[in-house]
């Protein structure tokens, strides 16, 4: 089966930098979108950044210029590359993968099946 494990998170002061990992196993890596969500206490979940299998990007708003998402197919691996952080992305970042390799990775977290446990990220002022 898909398993999907993310590290990387951690505490930070504001303006600073984070990089989140997620290993992927139990299928052809290369062929997926794969995606970060994030989860703040008492919000929902929030849709951060995606790429595609052929490495099309597509970020948040709230991110755009600061995150930086990226995959490795050789090692089965996707980041995210958080930069001049802020308070305010202070959640659980969740990575994910679609069911279907026809999917460039949207931004509804409905479009997903597999998610990954979870990393707390914590951006204190």
């Known amino acids: 089966q898909v398993q999907l494990v993310e590290s990387g998170g951690g505490l930070v002061q504001a303006g600073g930098s984070l990089r989140l990992s997620c290993v992927a196993s139990g299928r052809t890596f290369s062929s997926y979108a794969m995606g970060w969500f994030r989860q703040a206490p008492g919000k929902g979940r929030e849709f951060v950044a995606s790429?595609?299998?052929?490495?099309?990007?597509n970020y948040a708003d709230s991110v755009k210029g600061r995150f930086t998402i990226s995959r490795d197919n050789a090692k089965n691996t996707v980041y995210l590359q958080m930069n001049i952080l802020k308070p305010e992305d202070t959640a659980v970042y969740y990575c994910?993968?679609?069911?279907?390799?026809?999917?460039?990775?949207?931004?509804?977290?409905?479009?997903?099946?597999?998610w990954g446990q979870g990393t707390q990220v914590t951006v204190s002022s």
């Open positions: 790429v595609s299998g052929s490495g099309t990007t």
């Open positions: 994910t993968s679609p069911r279907s390799r026809y999917s460039s990775g949207t931004n509804s977290p409905s479009d997903y099946v597999y």
